[in-house]
Antibody, heavy 120, light 111 residues
Framework: QVQLQESGPGLVKPSETLSLTCTVS??????????WSWIRQPPGKGLEWIAY???????NYNPSLKSRVTISVDTSNNQFSLKLSSVTAADTAVYYC????????????WGQGTLVTVSS | QSVLTQPPSVSGAPGQRVTISCTGS?????????VHWYQQLPGTAPKLLIY???NRPSGVPDRFSGSKSGTSASLAITGLQAEDEADYYC???????????FGTGTKVTVL
């Protein structure tokens, strides 16, 4: 079955850019059946979708984050990435990469999550 | 920012039945988009529990069931067990956001 693994710095300074990569194994990011997505969860709070992308490059962003977010899919390395600019303490969260069903938008596979703390 | 509203907490004794509601609007559940449910055990990633309103992925016990009506959906847990103590989230697509949204989350406590 598909497995997803997040990687990237666990500590980012305020005003800098958060960058994370998700490596997919047991499945292909080039599949036409799925979107590839990032979701975050601040400590003790609920889930928030950040962005999702189709392998073709078609993307959708949460309107509340759209001005600061970029998602991209790298089919050659079977990975996808997230960049979130101008971070503040409010961006401190566990960041999950995930696979989302193309027709129903169900999140059927999740990475284990990585805690990113924004602090100087 | 959640557009799907859930009760913060529900509780029940072992063996009892509990239900969790998920209230949306005409731009998400009421527009006919599917509702999905997730279980998040402490310190772990969420897990898909119900998809397409009422379908269980392989391996999910039939004690869990989902339904949808109008602008709302519900998750029912029958024969509550200690291992069911977790946070539960509903999720659907929202046309106003052009993306999927999660519910506010419900903590289930087994008394």
């Amino acid at each position: 079955q598909v497995q997803l693994q997040e990687s990237g710095p666990g500590l980012v300074k305020p005003s800098e850019t958060l960058s994370l990569t998700c490596t997919v194994s047991g499945g292909s990011v080039s599949s036409s059946s799925y979107y590839w997505s990032w979701i975050r969860q601040p400590p003790g709070k609920g889930l928030e979708w950040i962005a999702y992308s189709f392998y073709s490059g078609s993307t959708n962003y949460n309107p509340s984050l759209k001005s600061r977010v970029t998602i991209s899919v790298d089919t050659s390395n079977n990975q996808f990435s997230l960049k979130l600019s101008s971070v503040t303490a409010a961006d401190t969260a566990v960041y999950y990469c995930a696979r989302v069903g193309y027709s129903g938008y169900e999140v059927d596979s999740w990475g284990q999550g990585t805690l990113v703390t924004v602090s100087s | 920012q959640s557009v799907l509203t859930q009760p913060p907490s529900v509780s029940g004794a072992p063996g009892q039945r509990v239900t969790i509601s998920c209230t949306g609007s005409s731009s998400n559940i009421g527009a006919g988009y599917d509702v999905h449910w997730y279980q998040q055990l402490p310190g772990t990633a969420p897990k898909l529990l119900i998809y397409g309103n009422s379908n269980r992925p392989s391996g999910v016990p039939d004690r869990f069931s989902g339904s949808k009506s109008g602008t709302s959906a519900s998750l029912a847990i029958t024969g509550l067990q200690a291992e069911d103590e977790a946070d539960y989230y509903c999720q659907s697509y929202d046309s106003r956001m052009s993306g999927y949204v999660f519910g506010t989350g419900t903590k289930v406590t087994v008394l």
